[in-house]
């Protein structure tokens, strides 16, 4: 048998007493996430064979033509 436990909300109370990072210290904190982040999409980009980095490649050509001919139609009409 199991019984329904109250939650205490004051866990979290103790963590806002921690002072914010500022100045150099935060600079840092983002530097080393946009690096682990670049890390990440560069880790995931070697993982693709060179077939299907050329499709996505072709594809976002496409896209990218396909958007171009639309704003190009746009400025024809105007």
């Not at 682990?36 to 050509?61: G, K, M, N, Q």
Request: charged share 35%; aromatic share 2%; proline share 1%.
């Amino acid at each position: 048998m199991t019984i329904a436990v109250p939650f205490d909300h004051h866990i979290d109370a103790s963590r806002s007493r921690h002072a914010r990072a500022r100045g150099l210290d935060r600079v840092i904190i983002r530097l080393g996430l946009a690096m682990l982040e670049w890390a990440r999409r560069r880790a995931d980009r070697s993982a693709l064979t060179h077939e299907e980095a050329t499709r996505l490649v072709r594809l976002e050509r496409e896209r990218q033509n396909r958007e171009n001919a639309a704003l190009l139609v746009s400025t024809r009409l105007l």
